[in-house]
């Protein structure tokens, strides 16, 4: 038996997970409110925090360092690789850490891993799988309209390919054999179109391409953001915070908890409620794009990521508009802890070499 622990961050939340062998044998999900995260400067300060949590996790779970065969984080930004299993080296933290390809939650799994990983007093490697720079686009979806800017692959790759591999196989397919819109919905929102098993095409979910999220402003008009740059108001990281973490919902309402948001529109808040539907309309718009993009034939188009546990509004207004595409699976929360474990598992027990990032960086 093998045991795994399992480090995710994300930009609402740190989950954690206990692995032996394919089984979750303890799992938990801690929430960060805007409040929570505001003191911190850059996502490499909120290390120490999250790591806090690991090791009182751990505690109270009754587990030290040396009981675990493997630590393994969620891959962050850095150069687009091939999706897979990677132990995490030297490059790739030095990566993470400078932010060299941009800043999110999830560079931070494979630095946690690899702290982990040194501070244990048995040798335990550390790895991260799928990461979010995961890159399978078509050609034509790298344009964006000028030459000086290409669109970018950046996404929920760990998730969307673990929940469309599952609705495939509850299908009786192949997922190569399938064409599927997939839709996570967390902190951030993304939207791909999976043909065949490649990801061809998908908003970049962490800078401004997409539906409004959250915490994430999404695409926004140009000439307004244009004026708002030069205008002398705002520095540059003051631009770029009002666009992720204090953009979306947490622009509109102050909060990035959407159960908060269900609470109020349940107790008749009609203007939370008129902004929840605007999240949901610049979904289903992003949603008609991808059915364009597979020319209408799609097997399913699936909700997953933590709002897809809200069927009471999220799920039913997504649902009413999009049906006539294809059928709607929800796979609510998602697969992306046990996708984690299975993939260091696979290292593990030898099916499969870990990748080395230095090798394959695309750069
Ligand atoms: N049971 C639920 N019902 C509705 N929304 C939920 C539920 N659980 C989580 N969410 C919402 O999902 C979002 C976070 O999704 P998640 O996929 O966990 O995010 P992340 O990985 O980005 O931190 C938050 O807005 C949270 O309020
Ligand atoms: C970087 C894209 C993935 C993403 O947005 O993740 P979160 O929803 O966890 O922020």
């Not at 801690?30 to 949590?53: A, C, T």
């Not at 929940?163 to 064409?179: I, L, P, S, T």
């Not at 997939?182 to 061809?200: D, E, F, L, Q």
């Not at 102050?254 to 008749?268: E, L, Y």
């Amino acid at each position: 038996m093998k045991r795994i622990l399992v480090i995710n961050p994300g930009s609402t939340s740190t989950k954690l997970a206990i692995f032996e062998d394919a089984r979750a044998v303890v799992d938990k999900t801690i929430r960060h409110s805007v409040e929570e995260l505001s003191p911190f400067n850059s996502l490499y300060e909120q290390k120490d925090f999250r790591k806090n949590l690991i090791i009182n996790f751990l505690k109270d779970s009754g587990y030290c360092l040396e009981d675990f065969d493997a630590f393994v984080g969620r891959g962050g930004l850095l150069a687009p690789i091939p999706g897979g299993t990677y132990l995490v080296t030297e490059r790739m933290i030095q990566d993470l850490k400078e932010a060299k390809y941009g800043e999110h939650a999830s560079n931070l799994g494979g630095i946690l891993a690899k702290e982990l990983s040194m501070e244990s007093k048995k040798e335990i490697p550390a790895y991260i799988a799928d990461p979010v720079v995961v890159d399978e686009m078509q050609e034509v979806a790298r344009l964006s309209g000028h030459p000086d800017f290409t669109r970018k692959s950046i996404f929920h790759a760990l998730n969307q390919k673990a929940v469309a591999r599952y609705v495939a196989a509850k299908h009786g397919k192949k997922y190569e054999e399938m064409n599927l819109i997939v839709v996570h919905m967390g902190g951030g929102i993304s939207i791909g179109a999976h043909r065949k098993g490649r990801v061809v095409d998908v908003n970049n979910a962490l800078n401004g391409d997409g539906p409004f999220t959250p915490e994430r402003a999404g695409t926004l008009p140009l000439t307004g953001l244009i004026k708002l740059c030069y205008s002398g108001k705002y520095s540059k990281a003051e631009i770029k915070k009002l666009i992720k973490g204090k953009g979306g919902l947490v622009a509109y309402t102050g909060i990035n908890d959407c159960r908060k948001i269900q609470d109020a529109i349940s107790d008749g808040n009609k203007e939370w409620e008129f902004y929840y539907r605007g999240m949901a309309y610049q979904i289903i718009k992003w949603i008609g794009k991808m059915a364009a993009v597979l020319k209408g034939d799609v097997d399913a188009i699936v909700l997953t990521g933590g709002i897809a546990y809200d069927d009471e509004f999220m799920v039913k207004w997504i649902e009413e508009k999009v049906s006539f595409i294809a059928p709607i699976e929800v796979v609510a929360g998602g697969n992306e802890e046990e996708a984690l474990a299975i993939a260091a598992l696979r290292v593990l027990n030898g099916e499969e070499e870990a990748k080395i990032y230095e090798t394959v960086a695309m750069v």
